[in-house]
């Protein structure tokens, strides 16, 4: 079988240098601004950082993508060019974007720069990416995580560009780049500011042997003593519905999609994305080095083994609308 391109996170310098080491093949980051949408405290990198990560994985044949997917406000995107200019400048190996007048801005002024549709535009049909193709040379489209395989293996056959699917950590229920659920308490939207729930509106709380979580001063989960304790998310709430505490969205639970990897292949699929900007350099390098295993012996024609449910939120894991029964 063909090799699947593995796009691996990374939020700081340090952990990019780990995936790299681990065994990626392209580490997504962003500036640190609100140029991408995980723009939270002490994530991110700086120009000269950039710079540096480009020189460490271009010497370790691997490459750099820069996510500048969040969506500028009317007659404020000079933030964002800028960082569609300096990507240029440095020679990050691709751009991932969402807003179409940045798509434009960055196929006339850079017609060099490999660019790739964000799954934050929410691109999922022929005739939409298709479009973006032709408008704009987008070379590789990031695909929202609502398709089946089947979808997909359809779809591959009705465009021009490569596509990128999400294949491990957190599972957005909602619409991608269309989400503003957490904007409404914390006044901080997703789509332009860059942060789903941001940490100064977070708040843990003990009550009696409870532990409550909170976000922008509302309940959003109370945990018993032998429960695992999630970061309180609005769409990953546990709310009281109908006289019944439950989770109303989504249960908090990572995607896996490793026992589909070789459907995936087989529908044409070029790389895998795995989530987790925010996360940690102990998680990166566990992930990272797991997935650089299981492609490897899918190359091979080896059976896809592996267990990473210890990296999963919660212990839990789902293949999601990957494998989805319902219509």
Same mark, same amino acid.
């Given at each position: 079988?063909?090799?699947?391109?593995? @796009?691996? %996170?990374?939020?700081?310098?340090?952990?990019?240098?780990? /995936?790299?080491? +681990?065994?990626? $093949? !392209?580490?997504?980051?962003?500036?640190?601004?609100?140029?991408?949408?995980?723009?939270?405290?002490?994530?991110?990198?700086?120009?000269?950082?950039?710079?540096?990560?480009?020189?460490?994985?271009?010497?370790?044949?691997?490459?750099?993508?820069?996510?500048?997917?969040?969506?500028?406000?009317?007659?404020?995107?000079?933030?964002?060019?800028?960082?569609?200019?300096?990507?240029?400048?440095?020679?990050?190996?691709?751009?991932?974007?969402?807003?179409?007048?940045?798509?434009?801005?960055?196929?006339?002024?850079?017609?060099?720069?490999?660019?790739?549709?964000?799954?934050?535009?929410?691109?999922?049909?022929?005739?939409?990416?298709?479009?973006?193709?032709?408008?704009?040379?987008?070379?590789?489209? @990031?695909? %929202?995580?609502?398709?089946?395989?089947?979808?997909?293996? /359809?779809?591959? +056959?009705?465009? $021009? !560009?490569?596509?990128?699917?999400?294949?491990?950590?957190?599972?957005?229920?909602?619409?991608?780049?269309?989400?503003?659920?957490?904007?409404?308490?914390?006044?901080?939207?997703?789509?332009?500011?860059?942060?789903?729930?941001?940490?100064?509106?977070?708040?843990?709380?003990?009550?009696?042997?409870?532990?409550?979580?909170?976000?922008?001063?509302?309940?959003?989960?109370?945990?018993?003593?032998?429960?695992?304790?999630?970061?309180?998310?609005?769409?990953?709430?546990?709310?009281?519905?109908?006289?019944?505490?439950?989770?109303?969205?989504?249960?908090?639970?990572?995607?896996?999609?490793?026992?589909?990897?070789?459907?995936?292949?087989?529908?044409?699929?070029?790389?895998?994305?795995?989530?987790?900007?925010?996360?940690?350099?102990?998680?990166?390098?566990?992930?990272? /080095?797991?997935?650089?295993?299981?492609?490897?012996?899918?190359?091979?024609?080896?059976?896809?083994?592996?267990?990473?449910?210890?990296?999963?939120?919660?212990?839990?894991?789902?293949?999601?609308?990957?494998?989805?029964?319902?219509?």
């Amino acid at each position: 079988m063909p090799a699947l391109e593995l @796009v691996c %996170p990374a939020g700081t310098p340090d952990a990019l240098r780990i /995936a790299v080491d +681990a065994g990626a $093949d !392209v580490v997504y980051v962003g500036f640190r601004d609100e140029t991408n949408a995980r723009n939270f405290p002490g994530l991110n990198f700086s120009r000269d950082e950039l710079a540096e990560a480009l020189d460490y994985a271009h010497a370790r044949d691997a490459e750099v993508f820069l996510a500048v997917n969040t969506y500028p406000r009317a007659g404020q995107q000079a933030l964002w060019q800028q960082a569609i200019d300096d990507a240029a400048r440095l020679k990050a190996d691709a751009v991932i974007l969402a807003d179409i007048g940045l798509l434009d801005y960055a196929a006339k002024a850079h017609p060099d720069l490999r660019l790739h549709l964000s799954v934050q535009a929410s691109a999922s049909n022929p005739a939409s990416i298709n479009f973006y193709h032709r408008a704009f040379n987008v070379r590789r489209v @990031v695909l %929202p995580r609502v398709l089946t395989v089947p979808e997909i293996k /359809a779809l591959n +056959a009705q465009i $021009d !560009v490569e596509t990128e699917v999400f294949a491990f950590g957190g599972l957005c229920p909602m619409a991608e780049g269309r989400c503003s659920l957490s904007s409404y308490i914390t006044g901080k939207s997703p789509n332009q500011n860059g942060v789903c729930s941001p940490a100064s509106h977070v708040e843990y709380r003990e009550e009696g042997a409870a532990l409550v979580s909170r976000l922008g001063g509302f309940t959003i989960n109370r945990f018993a003593a032998h429960e695992s304790a999630g970061y309180p998310t609005l769409c990953k709430g546990r709310f009281e519905a109908n006289g019944e505490e439950q989770y109303l969205f989504e249960d908090p639970v990572s995607l896996n999609i490793i026992p589909l990897l070789p459907s995936l292949v087989e529908a044409g699929v070029t790389a895998l994305k795995i989530e987790g900007r925010q996360r940690g350099k102990a998680y990166v390098r566990e992930v990272v /080095a797991n997935f650089r295993r299981i492609v490897d012996a899918l190359e091979r024609g080896e059976a896809v083994t592996g267990d990473i449910r210890f990296l999963c939120e919660g212990g839990q894991e789902t293949t999601g609308a990957y494998a989805k029964k319902w219509k």
